[in-house]
């Protein structure tokens, strides 16, 4: 094999089209596109889902409408009909079943239905189980072994303004040095000193209440019936 020797494949290179060069071409006159129309102008744009003037395709098939659950949780469902291939006192686990091609994924979780009779002493691990189910097995001697799912793990996102504000720590009782005292003994020795400080205070008023009242007393006016009063002269008339 040398260089000047090779050629591609055959079929895979065609020769190109040569189109308005007229009948001889072996492509006709009009150049494949026919006589007149709209396939035959030059400004020819259609969209490859044009389906000559009909309802398209894409408008004749029916639209998937409503409410569709994007976190919905889909789990693998098991019956018990496919567990009589395992051996007596068995362990069966997601493991096990993926590895004998019972199911193909465990997608959320693995729950085992009651359909059919199971007559094997199983140990079964799954994610779910039915009621029925659960007493097929127990029955049949074995035991559902629940396998829990941890809570999954979301992104922390502001607070509402609804929501309550989380609670404040306690604050940490600080302990006294020796030789101090500490604040409620601070606070009950204040409390006698005002409480001292006000029992005094009464006695001087009451003292400094009776010298005044001494004072007016003695300066009081004579009684009306004395000569030197001034009441006594307002009656008399004037000589």
């Given amino acids: 094999m040398k260089l000047h020797e090779l050629q591609p494949a055959p079929g895979s290179h065609h020769p190109r089209k040569r189109v308005g060069r007229g009948p001889g071409s072996g492509h006709g006159k009009t150049s494949t596109r026919g006589q007149k129309g709209q396939r035959a102008r030059t400004s020819v744009n259609m969209p490859k889902t044009f389906e000559?003037?009909?309802t398209r395709l894409t408008m004749r098939t029916p639209k998937l409408r409503g409410f569709h659950n994007r976190w919905k949780k889909r789990f693998a469902v098991l019956n018990l009909t496919r567990l009589n291939r395992f051996n007596d006192g068995a362990e069966i686990r997601p493991e096990t079943l993926l590895e004998a091609g019972i199911i193909?994924?465990?997608?959320?979780g693995i729950k085992v239905l009651g359909?059919?009779?199971?007559s094997r002493k199983l140990t079964i691990y799954a994610h779910r189980f039915s009621a029925e189910a659960r007493r097929k097995i127990e029955a049949a001697g074995g035991s559902a072994a629940v396998i829990e799912v941890p809570a999954p793990i979301r992104p922390k996102t502001k607070r509402a303004k609804n929501q309550?504000?989380?609670a404040a720590p306690a604050p940490v009782?600080?302990?006294p040095a020796e030789g101090e005292a500490t604040e409620p003994a601070?606070?009950?020795k204040k409390a006698k000193g005002?409480?001292?400080?006000?029992?005094?205070k009464p006695d001087k008023a009451g003292k400094a209440e009776k010298s005044e009242k001494a004072v007016k007393g003695q300066a009081a006016p004579s009684a009306?019936?004395?000569?030197?009063?001034?009441k006594a002269e307002r009656g008399k008339k004037k000589s």
């Fill in 173 to 175: 009782e600080e302990t």
């Fill in 52 to 54: 000559g003037g009909q």
């Fill in 164 to 166: 309550p504000k989380p």
């Fill in 194 to 200: 005002e409480k001292a400080e006000k029992a005094a």
């Fill in 224 to 230: 009306p019936d004395s000569p030197d009063s001034t």
């Fill in 104 to 108: 193909k994924d465990v997608g959320a």
């Fill in 186 to 188: 601070k606070a009950s």
């Fill in 115 to 118: 359909t059919g009779d199971l």
